[in-house]
């Protein structure tokens, strides 16, 4: 007969994780109130404001994967005897993820405002901007994994990878508005997103955090340089575009086996098709997984 067993120290990893969880969804709560100008009870108890519902399920996402990512890889004992580094790596982390948050909000989708969408309760605002939030966290923790950053060199080498990544984001969020306006006579992506199309939110969301997602995968099979820039950029540039072309082909095909005959594109911009949009997030997130399970071993 097997029992269920947990050591002193394992129980001790559980409780410190689970108290800066904690701590930090507190913070992270009264952020979202000074935002919101009003309390957070109010906007998604009484207001039903579903848009702020998934924004604040995200962020909660986020904090909790994040902390549950760093507590995994440095040991208990490392993070008794050098409290100080796991505080800065949080820290660091979070502000990894912030500033790519900031970078889609304020340039990739600059005609978009999201936050006053989200607080005017546009769920598709809410999934698009939830999408590349979970996007940048896994990008950022991905750098993590290639790096480990231990010292400033290797700090701005991942945060140059990390500005030449959101490059990346970039230019794939560039490709699907050229795409979406050349099927639908010229009509704009980010301005179609104020219509609240659900299912062009789910579709976003879906595509960006494959695109992360096989970025991660991209990181995870590059070798890591220390103190070579040029070196690491090159490996990262090639890795991480070899699988952004992976995910697309292999989404093609999948997408083409299971909607055989369906405009995929017709139903998800013009008839808010829900369902279909599903399907599309479910095979990005599946095939850059995918990916991350044959290249990072």
Request: charge should be neutral; glycine fraction near 6%.
């Amino acid at each position: 007969m097997q029992y269920l067993s947990l050591s002193n120290t394992s129980l001790l990893a559980i409780a410190i994780s689970f108290a800066v969880i904690c701590v930090t969804i507190v913070l992270l709560r009264i952020l979202t109130q000074i935002k919101a100008k009003q309390a957070l009870k109010e906007e998604l108890a009484q207001h039903d404001n579903f848009a702020m519902g998934i924004s604040f399920a995200s962020e909660i996402l986020v904090v909790i994967a994040t902390i549950a990512y760093i507590f995994d890889e440095i040991s208990l004992s490392a993070a008794q005897s050098n409290p100080l580094k796991v505080v800065i790596l949080i820290v660091l982390l979070f502000a990894f993820i912030k500033v790519g948050h900031l970078i889609h909000r304020k340039w990739i989708l600059y005609r978009f405002n999201e936050e006053a969408a989200i607080l005017k309760q546009n769920v598709c605002a809410a999934l698009v901007d939830s999408g590349m939030l979970i996007a940048n966290c896994i990008i950022s923790l991905g750098l993590y994994n290639w790096c480990h950053t231990q010292g400033y060199s290797s700090l701005l080498i991942a945060t140059v990878s990390f500005f030449v990544l959101q490059g990346m984001f970039a230019l794939d969020s560039k490709i699907r508005e050229y795409r979406f306006a050349k099927a639908n006579q010229g009509a704009s992506l980010q301005s179609n997103f104020n219509l609240e199309n659900t299912s062009i939110g789910i579709r976003y969301a879906g595509k960006s955090i494959g695109l992360a997602l096989a970025g991660y995968a991209g990181l995870a099979s590059a070798s890591f340089i220390s103190g070579k820039m040029v070196e690491n950029l090159f490996t990262l540039v090639s890795h991480c575009g070899a699988m952004w072309v992976l995910l697309y082909v292999l989404s093609y095909i999948i997408k083409y086996i299971s909607l055989p005959n369906i405009d995929t594109s017709l139903e998800v911009d013009h008839q808010d098709n829900i369902g279909i949009a599903c399907i599309e997030f479910a095979v990005f997130g599946a095939i850059g997984y995918l990916l991350i399970s044959m290249f990072s071993i």
